[in-house]
C-alpha cells in the first residue's frame, strides 16, 4: 500500500466523535470548506499558528489536499523569532484560528480528496539542531501513517478510545495524538474530566497531576499514561510507583515521528540500534524525508540515521536514552539550543557577550541559566530588563529561568569552557535562592549555622562570633524563613540536595551547627548528603519514634497555622513561647523586639516548609541511629539543664555512641534556646571543642 484513501476513511467513520463534540463527517466538511478558500489559492508554503490544536490539522489536511507544504509554529512564537524562522523554510502566508474558522464554515462545493502517496511531505516540524536557528523537519504522509499504525498495534488502540490532546500540537509529539486517533477513527478531547484513554505527559506534568489530589484521582483511571520529553527522576518514579500509577516510559524525536520506544521495547515499523560510540541510530518507515535550512532542502539517507542522543541496550533487547550529545538540552519537554538563546541576546547592543547553560533542576529537568557580560561594567541594565527585552523574542518556555550578570572572562582560557560556565552558574544561582552571611574567608574552616523554627540566621549571629579569627562562619536562612523562599524548593530531596551543594560553595568539609529545627537538619543532612568535619546540635531531635508518631507530627505541623491570620500571629507567637520547654526566655529583654520581628514574617512561608522540614517528614531515630553508630565525625550534643525532653535525648545518645564519637555539653539553668538565653557558654563550647 503506497497511498491512503481519505474518502473511504471519512465514510466509514463518518458519525464518530472526532475532536470534543465535532464528528469525522463535519471535519471533512471543514476541511473540504477551507481547501477551496483564498488562502490555498497559492501553491506557496503555508504557516500554521493556530492555539486550536483542531483547526491546525484542518488547515492540516486541507494543504495536503491541495499538494501544499505546510509548516507549524507555535501560537505563542514572537514576530522577530517567526522572521527568523522563515529563513530557514519561506512561508509567506500564516494562518490563525479565526481565519481557518471564517473559510471552513463557509458552504463550498465538495470535490474528491484524492488518494494521498506516502512519499508526500506532510507537515514541517521546528526541531533544535545544531546549528543556532531550528531546522526544519519534512515529515511524510507515510512517516505520519506508520508512526500512527505501530502505537495502535502496540496498545491495540481503535475507534472505542480517546486521547487527551494536551502537549503542543506545534510539536511532533503533541501532533501525532492528533494523527494516532485519526488514523485509528478515534476521538480526542481537550477535557481532563472526560472519560480518558491515552495521555501523554512530560515529566513536569506528572508531577502536577500527582501532587493535585483531583487530578491524581483522573490519572488512576486512565489506561495508557506516556511520559517522555525527559528523563524521569528517580523520586517521581517512586511517587508514581506508590500511587500505582502505570507508566509507559517513551524515547523518541521529531526525526523519528515521534515515538521510537515504549519502556525500551522498540515500535513495529521502527528500527533502533546503539553503535560502536555508543550512539542511537534509527531507520524504517518513521523516519522522517529531510530538513529545511537555509531554505535548501537536505534529504535524510535511506539507511542508518546517527542521531546526537546516547544510550545502552540491554542484553533482551530494551534499549535506555543515557545523554545528549550536543548542547540541546529539555527543559519542561520543550527542546532548548543555547547557541539560538546566545544569539538573540547579543542582538542587544549592551550585551558584550552571554552564555546560555543549562542546569539540573527537579522541576523542569534542567533549566536555563544566562550568564552575561556587559560592555560597560557600570550600565543600567539589570536581569529584569533583560528578561523583559528577551520576552518580545523568545518563545515563553525558551526563555532563561535565571539571568545573572557576571565576569566571562577566565584567566588562560581564550575561549571559556562549558564546563567551567556550569560550575559559575550554580554557584550564582545557589546564592540567588538561599539568603545567607559569609563571614571570613573560604581558606578558614567554616561552620555552618542552621536556625530553628520560625526563626532566621540573625538569631544565631551572636553564637556565630565565636571565634573570628580561626574560623568563618556561614548563616542560612532555611526555605519559607527569613529571605530564602519556599517556592525554590520541590520536594525535600530537592532542597537537602540544593543546600548540600550550596555549602560546599564555602567549604568541602563544613563544620554543622543546627538549633532544634536547624539540627534535625544538620543530622539529615550529615547522614545523607555530606559528611561534615564535626556537628554540633544543640536542643534537637533525633528522629520520632515510628512512622505513625510521624504521620501524626506532620499532620499537626502542617496544619498549625490554618486559621491564623495577620492579626493572630502575634498572640500566637506569645502562647508558642511561653511553652515550658523555652523557660524564662519571655522575660529577657530582646524577646518583645524578637517576636515583633517575627510577627511581620508570611507565616504561609512556614506551614509550607514543613513539608520538608518537620521532624514528621524525616527519618525516625531507629533509622537513623543504624547511621549514626558508623559515623566517621565527632557529635556534639549541646542541651539545657531545664530543657527535660533534650536532656532524655542526650542520655539516648550517650548509650548509643561511644566516648570518642561523641561528647555532651549540659548548659546550667538553660532551657530549650541556650544560643539565645546563654550565648556566652554556647560560645565557650565552641571555642573549647573546636581548638
Known sequence: MNTFDFNFHFKKYNQNIFFNATTYNELNQHIQNFSNSKYLNSQDCIGIQTQSPYWAFVALLSCLKCSIDSVLLSNSETPIMIEKLKTQIEFKTILKDKDILKYSNETSINSVFQEIEFTKIAAIVFSSGTTSLPKGVALSFGNL?????????????????????????HHVGGLMILWRAFFSGGSLTTNIHSPIDFISLVPLQ?????????????????KVILVGGAPLTENLKSRASLEKINLFETYGMTESTSLLTINGQTLPYREVRINEEGFFEIRGATKALGTFTKNQFTPIPDDWYKTRDKGSVSPDGFFKFQSREDLIFISGGENINPLLIE???????????????????????????????????????????LDEYLKDRLHPHHRPK???????????QIKIKRSDLKIIALDLYLKHIFSYEFKGNVDSPVVVFLH?????????????????????????????????????????????????????????????????????????????????KELFLESSGLGLKDSNEKSQRLSQDLSQFDTMNSTSILQFLYQWYKNPIFGDYIHFPHFQNNIEK??????????????????????????????????????????????????????????????????????????????KTHPHEIIKILTNSLK
Not at 529537568?365 to 557600570?378: F, K, R, S, T
Not at 579569627?469 to 527569613?482: E, F, K, Q, R
Not at 532542597?495 to 560546599?504: A, D, G, Q, R, V
Not at 520538608?612 to 549514626?628: F, H, K, M, R
Request: hydrophobic share 35%; with cysteine.
Open 145 to 169: 501513517y506508520f508512526s500512527s499504525l505501530g502505537f495502535s498495534e502496540f496498545f491495540q488502540q481503535n475507534e472505542t478510545h480517546c486521547s487527551l490532546i494536551n502537549l503542543p500540537h
Open 206 to 222: 506528572l508531577k502536577k497531576y500527582i501532587e493535585d489530589p483531583i487530578l491524581l484521582s483522573i490519572l488512576k483511571k486512565i
Open 343 to 385: 544569539e538573540i541576546v547579543k542582538e542587544n547592543s549592551h550585551i558584550k557577550d552571554c552564555y546560555l547553560v543549562a542546569l539540573p533542576d527537579e522541576k523542569w529537568g534542567e533549566m536555563g541559566v544566562l550568564l552575561y557580560e556587559l560592555y560597560d561594567q557600570n550600565s543600567i541594565i539589570c536581569s529584569n530588563e
Open 402 to 412: 535565571f539571568l545573572f550578570q557576571t565576569n566571562l572572562t577566565i584567566e588562560n
Open 452 to 532: 530553628g523554627f520560625m526563626e532566621e540566621k540573625s538569631d544565631l549571629e551572636e553564637i556565630s562570633t565565636f571565634n573570628t579569627l580561626d574560623y568563618s562562619s556561614l548563616l542560612i536562612d532555611l526555605p519559607g524563613h527569613g529571605e530564602t523562599k519556599i517556592k525554590n524548593f520541590y520536594s525535600q530531596n530537592d532542597f537537602f540536595t540544593k543546600l548540600s551543594k550550596f555549602i560546599l560553595i564555602f567549604s568541602k568539609k563544613p563544620i554543622l551547627y543546627g538549633y532544634s529545627m536547624g539540627g534535625r537538619i544538620a543530622l539529615h543532612l550529615s547522614l545523607h548528603y555530606l559528611t561534615p
Open 598 to 675: 517575627k510577627a511581620k514574617h508570611d507565616f504561609q512561608e512556614w506551614r509550607d516548609s514543613q513539608a520538608y522540614l518537620s521532624a514528621g517528614a524525616l527519618p525516625t531515630w531507629p533509622e537513623n541511629l543504624q547511621i549514626l553508630i558508623n559515623i566517621n565525625f565527632k557529635l556534639c550534643y549541646i542541651y539545657g539543664e531545664n530543657d527535660l525532653k533534650y536532656a532524655q535525648a542526650a542520655k539516648v545518645l550517650s548509650s548509643s555512641l561511644s566516648a570518642n564519637k561523641l561528647s555532651l555539653h549540659m548548659v546550667d539553668s538553660a532551657s530549650h534556646n541556650p544560643h
